[in-house]
């Protein structure tokens, strides 16, 4: 089993910016994904950005240019660093973590991610 502990959420107004964290521990050997899904109220979990274990990350277009995606593997830990903020980017943020190739290009599907963080709540005033 892997655990995924996030933090880092909070009220932010549009324009700002903040980091989010998740921490990995337990079977760690069995993941080398990691990355950050969003489910807003009424709609579905969708992929915010995703990192392989060679690097290659892959993000939403609606946060190119303005969300970040890093990893510290000497601590299994993942970062969003989420800048220019906007009110739609409201919603409650997971991180999670799967098994893929080294250099997976692909759009992690929701449902190939393996373990799951509780989500930290993100909102974005106008």
């Known amino acids: 089993q892997v655990q995924l502990v996030e933090s880092g959420g909070g009220l932010v107004q549009a324009g700002g910016s903040l980091r989010l964290s998740c921490a990995a521990s337990g079977s760690i050997f069995s993941i080398n994904a990691m990355g950050w899904y969003r489910q807003a109220p009424g709609k579905q979990r969708e992929l915010v950005a995703c990192i392989a274990s060679g690097g290659s990350a892959n993000y939403a277009d609606s946060v190119k240019g303005r969300f970040t995606i890093s990893r510290d593997n000497a601590k299994n830990t993942v970062y969003l660093q989420m800048n220019s903020l906007k009110p739609e980017d409201t919603a409650v943020y997971y991180c999670?973590?799967?098994?893929?190739?080294?250099?997976?290009?692909?759009?992690?599907?929701?449902?190939?991610?393996?373990?799951w963080g509780k989500g930290t709540l993100v909102t974005v005033s106008s």
């Open positions: 999670a973590a799967g098994a893929f190739p080294p250099y997976y290009s692909g759009s992690y599907p929701t449902d190939d991610m393996d373990y």
